[in-house]
């Protein structure tokens, strides 16, 4: 998402790693990442869709996956989830300040 990619210095400040996942293979992100300006976190592929179906967020009927937001502390467990709506964004401000709170 362009708007984390603006606003990392503020997560890094709050000692946390931004991640990008989709089921979208590693050309198509390299793509997508250059056609939006994302070059300050990495995106990864999971395309097998393992990640998401161990997150919950894996729609089987339709072979897709749910727009969610995960915080996920240093031990692995999911601190904080929000799922999003078909065209919904995360909120940088809203997940920076989850962040704060954790902390």
């Known amino acids: ?6 606003r990392i210095s503020d997560f890094e400040k709050a000692n946390t790693q931004v991640l990008g996942i989709s089921t979208d293979s590693p050309f198509s992100h390299d793509n997508w990442a250059k056609s939006v300006g994302i070059s300050h976190y990495p995106l ?3 395309m097998h869709r393992s990640v998401a179906k161990d997150y919950g967020v894996h729609m089987a009927d339709m072979n897709i ?3 969610a937001t995960f915080i996920v502390d240093k031990t692995g467990k999911v601190r904080y989830a929000e799922k999003h709506g078909k065209g919904e964004l995360p909120d940088p401000d809203k997940i920076l300040g989850e962040v704060k709170k954790l902390s």
């Open 65 to 67: 996956n749910s727009r």
């Open 1 to 6: 998402m362009p708007a984390f990619d603006k």
């Open 44 to 46: 990864l592929s999971d």
